[in-house]
């Protein structure tokens, strides 16, 4: 340690004269530099270690809905059911002509056997069916609508 009448050498101030304070200057700039370098090395780790920000989303992004129609079972499921099942079905119910809520009971009733002979053997083709059903139904809606006012307009 230093003895108590020097004052500590991080104090001593910087004079212009050549005395033992002049030779401060000298390693003044050397501490400065050095304290240059070690922010440089702090501001290069710190960008180093800070992740990269997340992609900007998007307000109408549909591709969580197209990456489930293509990979998903339930999706490629969804997609044939729409030209498979789902229009059979529609025209099975409009060849019986049944009243929308007796469409509505024996789609649900359907759905329900089905959907409980998926849950013990999950096959394609039940998933297949437990989909078609309710989107037949789903066409099947406007169809009894139609027939229903047709009806109801000629008295009948």
Not at 16 to 44: C, F, H, I, N, V
Not at 88 to 98: E, I, K, S, V
Request: with cysteine; hydrophobic share 40%.
């Amino acid at each position: 340690m230093s003895s108590s009448s020097e004052p500590p050498w991080w104090t001593a101030q910087t004079t212009q004269g050549g005395g033992p304070q002049g030779q401060q200057s000298a390693d003044d700039s050397t501490l400065a530099d050095a304290a240059a370098d070690m922010r440089a090395a702090a501001e290069y780790l710190r960008d180093a270690a800070t992740p990269p920000p997340p992609p900007k989303e998007k307000n109408w992004d549909f591709s969580w809905f197209t990456d489930w129609v293509k990979r998903s079972d339930n999706g490629v499921a969804c997609k044939r059911a729409i030209w498979s099942i789902g229009p059979a079905w529609t025209l099975f119910l409009t060849l019986q002509r049944f009243p929308i809520t007796t469409a509505i009971g024996i789609t649900f009733f359907g759905f329900v056997i089905v959907g409980g002979w998926h849950l013990r053997v999950e096959r394609k083709t039940t998933r297949l069916i437990t989909w078609g059903l309710p989107i037949g139904l789903a066409y099947y809606t406007p169809v009894a609508i139609v027939f229903g006012l047709a009806s109801f307009l000629v008295g009948g």
